[in-house]
């Protein structure tokens, strides 16, 4: 279980860096729309997880029965194009340190999702709730809300734009919170979190190339140091998932404990923009309260793990 702890943190400080290097190059001074640039990180977590699983996974990756294409492409829809493609826009909306904490609630989808599997007795899910799980998963929620609260007030309803950028935030927290669980029925099915994860980017790559292939390609060769910070986003992403894809599946790990620790990814978020993007950025009472509220609901997530 710390193992499963120690990855998760892993992926903590993937998906928070990699949501304001997103940021960072769509407000440079030659911008990169939020599709182009979600193709652009999807190349860079290709090349980094498709580079570790030729040099650790080859045999295993080159044997995947043809059902597993079909799996990793579904998958590769709803991670990708369904999570972080619709984090993107929404980003570019509406800036980082709101999207994050919605995109934060993903833990309580999974943790809706895992139970309802258990319950309807799917094969590869024993997850139960108790208090302290359920105490923490909902402290850590109601923080990373708290953090973003003085935004959600400013905004909502002023404009199409609003409201448009936290519907995606929402939708893309419901796909990150579904992949968490078929990232770890997949990896146990047809090979390892490396294969799962390579497989399911580079589906995701082949959909968007033929639609943004050609602006994300202008945009690298003309866009200065645009590129580099989603390249290096989708470095960032690629640690993250692939660190959270084992977290999720090792022996005696727990959906309903390594989630509610993954959402808290905004806190890095916002850490990282009141440095980098000071400008938009203010720290406020509410971000604080809520920063520490999440810390708490952390600790008694591990604890009832534990327990």
């Not at 998958?75 to 194009?81: A, E, I």
């Not at 290096?232 to 022996?251: D, K, N, P, W």
């Amino acid at each position: 279980m710390l193992l499963s702890i120690g990855l998760a943190c892993i992926a903590v400080l993937g998906f928070g860096s990699s949501a304001v290097l997103a940021r960072l190059s769509m407000t440079s001074q030659s911008a990169i729309r939020p599709m182009p640039g979600a193709l652009i990180s999807l190349v860079a977590s290709t090349l980094l997880a498709g580079g570790l699983t030729l040099v650790f996974e080859f045999e295993a990756a080159i044997t995947l029965p043809a059902i597993a294409m079909l799996w990793l492409l579904a998958n590769g829809v709803l991670t990708y194009l369904g999570g972080r493609s619709q984090q993107f826009i929404a980003i570019n909306l509406i800036g980082a340190s709101r999207v994050t904490p919605i995109v934060g609630s993903a833990a309580l989808f999974s943790a809706v999702y895992a139970i309802t599997l258990t319950r309807l007795g799917v094969p590869g899910f024993n997850e139960h709730l108790n208090p302290l799980l359920g105490l923490g998963t909902v402290v850590v929620v109601v923080g990373l809300a708290l953090t973003g609260g003085n935004f959600l007030r400013q905004s909502w309803g002023r404009d199409w734009k609003s409201v448009t950028g936290y519907g995606l935030a929402i939708l893309a927290a419901a796909c990150y919170g579904a992949s968490t669980l078929s990232g770890r029925v997949l990896s146990v099915q047809f090979g390892s979190p490396l294969i799962m994860a390579a497989g399911s980017m580079f589906f995701a790559t082949l959909i968007l190339t033929p639609i943004f292939g050609r602006e994300a390609v202008q945009k690298t060769v003309s866009s200065g140091w645009a590129p580099l910070y989603v390249f290096l986003s989708g470095f960032a992403a690629a640690c993250a998932v692939i660190g959270l894809y084992f977290a999720v599946t090792r022996e005696g790990s727990n959906i309903l404990v390594i989630a509610p620790i993954v959402s808290c990814n905004p806190l890095v978020t916002l850490f990282l923009a009141r440095i980098f993007l000071r400008t938009s950025e203010s720290v406020t009472t509410e971000l604080v309260i809520g920063t520490l509220m999440a810390v708490c609901g952390v600790a008694l997530v591990v604890v009832g793990g534990i327990l």
